[in-house]
């Protein structure tokens, strides 16, 4: 075995018998290449709590339709965009008290029981028989689906530095395609009697609830994770020091010497090691963390006001700027993205990430999203088979543009912070992004209504101005994703000892 000088032993990480997050810690540091089985574990949890909040999508305006709520077609979208907001309400309300007790307990019980809670409130949202049923189970299930911001910190825990980025990008793939394969389900398994008739007679179980069977397949999905989760690797640590190393401790006494660092190793000083290394950072200052989140949130804002307006604005009728899809054909779209989606965030984004760095990668995302998504209205021109290949190719270049930026903003948040506070940081995320959140789908609802009624407008007719809206926001994300305004966190560099 070779020799350590004192230096290298000095380095070398103290593991404690019965600490989770030692157990995780010390098998990144014996095993270099990634686990298969943790890149499982993410994609499984995160997959599970992005299907329930994209599987509506292709058929709300129809399951509105249907509660006889809206007195004039127009109206529809504006109240499916409400049913779209319940969930982001409720999420905005309990994500930072969910990251403060997956910093305290772990993000393992956070996880299984946000899982629980789509396996319950899912399977009652697709049991709705009307509005008010369908958004107070919406609003219960993002209340306790409170996994989506321990689940990133977990990400940026499970792997060592150099592999961040592709757990980050696990879960981007994961979530996006959630995103595609919910609205797929949504797609093909609502109305199943009007779809197949072969298999679901009118006037039995699945006729009086048209919508709960892509509820119960997901449910049902959600069952079998939250078994599996039973084996997660816990990575917080449970013992008073965290996961640091006296690298960590070197790095906050800059350049005391080697002497003084063993000092603060044993006697009394090690109870004020204790207090240097667990002395929390107020996150509402740190700058790198703060500006991420604010760009994030504009982000989010935009990506859910264009999912629910792509949604809509596809199986509205072509008087009315739309497409004129079936819930079949918009599923069709949706998971032809997805599954570029899954090669592009494993196989290629880590190495893109590495070369240009997540911000700039991020900005020239933003920048090309900008023309694309201008150009739907005149999609909606076309016809036929054209219409149908223009729009998938479209609708995939948006998919991947808009993962690349989220995917840099999670990146430059979980750097930007300690693991003691990784949690709770991601729960500050959460909550601002959810609020945005809330904001986008019944925004883009009513958006999308007042453009519709405004077909012969002079400036932006119809549906033009929707999306000369969203590129608004998105343009101002750019705009604040350059400096002086969005910085990442520099690292210290820790000295060496020999």
Known sequence: ???????????????????????????????????????LNIWMVVLC???????????????????????????????????????MLGRSLTSIPWGIVADRYGRKPVAIVGIISVIIFNTLFGLSTSFWMAVSTRFFLGSLNGLL???????????????????????????????????????????PTKKYPHIFSKGSFWDKFPY?????????????????????PETLHNHPLGDQSTKDV???????????????????????????????????????????????????????????????????????????????????VLAISGFSLIVYQLCIYPSLERAFGPVRFARVSGVLSIPLLQSYPFIAMLSGI???????????LKNLLRVTIITGLFLIQNRAVEQHQRGAANGIAMTGMSIFKTIGPAGGGALLAWSQK???????????????????AGGLGVLLMFTPFLTEKKKTPSKQLH
Not at 23 to 38: C, G, W
Not at 63 to 85: K, L, T, W
Not at 454 to 472: D, E, K, Q, S, W
């Open 49 to 87: 709590s992005a299907l329930p909040i994209s599987s509506l999508l292709p058929y709300q305006y129809f399951m509105v339709r249907d509660f006889n709520i809206a007195e004039r077609e127009e109206d529809i979208n504006a109240y499916a965009g409400y049913v779209g907001s319940a969930f």
């Open 1 to 39: 075995m070779e020799e350590m000088n004192d230096g290298e032993a000095l380095l070398k990480k103290k593991y404690y018998e019965n600490c989770p997050g030692c157990k995780v810690d010390k098998a990144k540091e014996l095993k270099t290449d990634v686990s298969f089985r943790n890149l």
């Open 386 to 396: 054209t219409q149908y290949l223009v729009i998938n190719i479209a609708s995939l």
């Open 212 to 232: 709960f069977l892509p509820s119960v397949i997901i449910s049902a999905f959600a069952v079998a994770v939250a078994i599996a989760c039973i084996w997660l």
């Open 149 to 191: 911001g321990p689940m990133k910190a977990y990400c940026s825990e499970i792997f060592r530095e150099e592999k961040q980025a592709l757990g980050l990008s696990t879960f981007s793939a994961a979530w996006g395609m959630g995103l595609i394969i919910g609205p797929a389900l949504g797609g093909y398994l609502a109305q």
């Open 250 to 332: 070197e790095a906050l006494l800059g350049d005391q010497s080697t002497n003084d660092v063993e000092a603060l190793e044993t006697g009394s000083k090690r109870k004020d090691r204790d207090k240097i290394i667990q002395k929390d950072e107020n996150l509402f200052r740190n700058w790198p963390l703060m500006s991420s989140i604010v760009v994030y949130c504009i982000f989010s804002l935009h990506d859910i006001a264009y999912q629910e307006v792509f949604s809509l604005w596809a199986v509205s009728p072509r008087r009315l700027g739309g497409l004129n899809f079936t819930t079949d054909n918009v599923g069709d």
């Open 454 to 472: 405004r077909m012969h407008a002079f400036f932006l007719p119809g549906t033009h101005m929707v999306f000369f809206i969203l590129n608004v």
